[in-house]
T-cell receptor
């Protein structure tokens, strides 16, 4: 069946550092890919998405590119802020969303 | 516009009982999906309803069931509760759900169920 693998962390970075959270997937067909974020005490929010190969999703300085050849959708940000501290979930959408386990990101000032 | 509303926010039930959770989607959204979130298993898809019909189902036992009403509101029922059913249950709504053009899902705050 479909599956998503991502680093679980916690990942601890200093403010203004470069961020990469790796995400790889296994799926039949060509699913849409998503990154969701869960801030402390809040619900899941869509961060960005890509619906086909080579699409780049971007939002709030975060980017991810749908790479069919490597079945990956890595999340990147050039300069993180303390306010980016949250749990990030990679997900693929086919018949319902299949989520990775989530990566807890901690940004220190 | 109002977001996805889940009620109640917190529930404590005894093993063997049953429970019903409610989800009101964003106005105009016809698809409602349910997810279970636990520390061990993470986020897992339960089922999706679209226009009152269950369209997709995850790998959960038959004790987990749901329905959707004509106004798109949805309920999820868990019968014969087990300790392992303790989790955060999330509801998500979207315009057309899976198979449609717009697959962006908006999540509610969740219902925290504790089984004792």
């Amino acid at each position: 069946g479909d599956s998503v693998t991502q680093m679980e962390g916690p990942v601890t970075l200093s403010e203004e550092a470069f961020l990469t959270i790796n995400c790889t997937y296994t799926a039949t067909g060509y699913p849409s890919l998503f990154w969701y974020v869960q801030y402390p005490g809040e619900g899941l929010q869509l961060l960005l998405k890509a619906t086909k190969a080579d699409d780049k999703g971007s939002n709030k300085g975060f980017e991810a590119t749908y790479r069919k050849e490597t079945t990956s959708f890595h999340l990147e940000k050039g300069s993180v802020q303390v306010s980016d501290s949250a749990v990030y979930f990679c997900a693929l959408g086919a018949d319902g969303l299949t989520f990775g386990k989530g990566t807890h990101l901690i940004i220190q000032p | 516009k109002a977001g996805v509303t889940q009620t109640p926010r917190y529930l404590i039930k005894t093993r063997g009982q049953q429970v019903t959770l409610s989800c009101s989607p964003i106005s105009g959204h016809r698809s409602v999906s349910w997810y279970q979130q636990t520390p061990g298993q993470g986020l897992q898809f339960l089922f999706e309803y679209f226009s009152e019909t269950q369209r997709n189902k995850g790998n959960f036992p038959g004790r987990f069931s749901g329905r959707q009403f004509s106004n798109s509101r949805s309920e999820m029922n868990v019968s014969t509760l087990e300790l392992g059913d303790s989790a955060l249950y999330l509801c998500a709504s979207s315009l057309s759900g899976w198979g449609g053009v717009n697959t962006e899902a908006f999540f509610g705050q969740g219902t925290r169920l504790t089984v004792v």
